[in-house]
C-alpha cells in the first residue's frame, strides 16, 4: 500500500549562536549567545521519519497547524512535486504563511524522507550524475571590526586564508548599511582588487554586495569584477526591477545573478531572467526549480 503522510512535528529546542544580526538584518560573528532553531519530523505510515533543521520563523506554530503542513497528512509520500505544486498555488493567496523559505522546509522533509525509505541519499535518488559538488567559501558581509572583515586587505588576508583551507572559489559580501561608509562603489571594487591580487587567477571569485545600487553604479562595479575575471556578479540591484537586471546582462559578459528573494523567483530564475541559475539552492526549492526546468 502506497506510504501516506502521517504526522508532523515540531521540536524548538535552546542552542548557541555566536551569529549576530545587525539593525538592517544582516549577520555578523558576535560574542556566544543563547538562541532557538527548530526541529521538524515528518512520519509516514510505515513509521519512516525524515528531519529538518530550520529557523522557528519557519515553522511558527500558526503555520504548523495551518496551511504549510496542514494539507499534507493523508499525501502520499511521493507526490512531491504535486504538493509543492499545490502550495505554491496556495501561495497566492497567503504569501506570508507560505514564503519561499518556508515551502523549502516542506521539500526539503519531503526528500529526506523520501531518501530515510530508499535507504539512499538523495543525490543518487536525483539521477546520481554529480556524486561530488564544488563548494565555494561564502564570506559574512563587510564590518567596522579590525582584524574582521572591514577594509580590502582583511578581505584579502581572509581569502588568502580560505585558499589555505583548500577552497578554490570565493564568493565575496562586501558593505552594507548600517555602516555609515557603505554602500561604496569604490569600496566594493578596491576589495574585489585585492582579493583577486591575494588569490591569483586560478581561484574563482564572486560578489554578492550592496543589493540596492542604482543601474550606473552596478554598471560600474560589474565592468571592474568583470576585468578581474569574477565568475559572477549577485544582486546588484532592487530584484523587482526585471528590466534593470535585463539591461545589466545585455551590458557585461559577466553573469549576472538573481533573483534571490523575491516571491516566486526561482520561476524567473529558471526562464531566463538573468544571464545563469539563480541562487536558488539557497531558498530550497529544489522540486518547484527542477520542474519549472522541464
Ligand atoms: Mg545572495
Known sequence: MTAVI???EVQVFDTETRSIRDTKGHRHPGP???AQEALVTIRDSDGAVGRVLTPTRNVREDAVAGPLFGALIGKP???VEA???DLVIAQRGNPVDLADRRIAVVDELLWDLIGQRSGEPVWRLLGGAQPRIRAYASTMCGDDTPGGLSTPEEYADYARTLVAQGYSAIKLHTWFPPLDFAPSVARDIEACVAVREAVGDGIDLMLDGFHWYSRSDALKIGRA???????WFEEPMDEVSISSYRWLSEQLEIPVIGPE?????ICLAVTGYASVPSTFCALGHRTRADSRQR
Do not use: C, E, K, T
Not at 569584477?225 to 565568475?231: A, S
Not at 528573494?261 to 523567483?265: E, P
Open 83 to 85: 504538493v509543492l505544486r
Open 225 to 231: 569584477i568583470q576585468d578581474l575575471d569574477f565568475r
Open 32 to 34: 556566544l549567545a543563547s
Open 77 to 79: 509520500v511521493l507526490s
Open 6 to 8: 502521517d504526522a508532523i
Open 261 to 265: 528573494i523575491i516571491s516566486g523567483g
